[in-house]
């Protein structure tokens, strides 16, 4: 049994472990998208959480404490200009895992862990969520409201070509467009 056992130990020493995850974090925060087994990414998710959440208070002490972790000073500047910035208003939960299947010569679960805030697929998808907006009355029913809106959008791309036909006419067209003569003596 493995009761109040809380550590994964990789199946290395102590001083092994902190140095592999020291490496990866770096790696993770250098390129916010790493793919390693499952059982590391579970790890390097305990280790690089707290770190994230002390890069927040920009200060000379939490600089010093994140370095005494990651012995890279290229990973410390990274973590505290641009990742501090995108994770500000978030309370917890920097990192995600991702599994990708199992490994070809072992068969060991291999994943992505990455930055939950530099996801474009993910990203991308939550901000047109959080641009609509829900009506609060039901007043109207579901066919008027259809009707209503691709009417309006007719009446703009009827008037839109009509528009630009009129400007394009107005224009002379390259050939049209009379160059003056160069006189060499």
Known sequence: MRHAKRINHLGRTATHRKAMLSNMASSLILHKRISTTLAKAKELRKYIEP????????????????FS??????????????IAQK????????????KTGFRQGDNAEMCIIEFVDYNETYTGEEKKK???????????TKAETSTVVPAKKTAETVTEPAETETAKAEQPAESEVIEPEVVEE
Do not use: C, M, W
Request: aromatic fraction near 8%; avoid cysteine.
């Open 130 to 140: 959080s641009t609509k907006t829900r009506r609060s009355s039901r007043k109207g």
């Open 87 to 98: 994770v500000q208003g978030r309370p917890g939960g920097y990192t995600r895992i991702l």
């Open 51 to 66: 770190l994230v959440t002390r890069s927040k208070n920009d200060t000379t002490h939490s600089r010093r404490t994140v």
């Open 69 to 82: 972790y990651l012995q890279n000073k290229f990973a410390v500047t990274e973590l505290f200009r641009e």
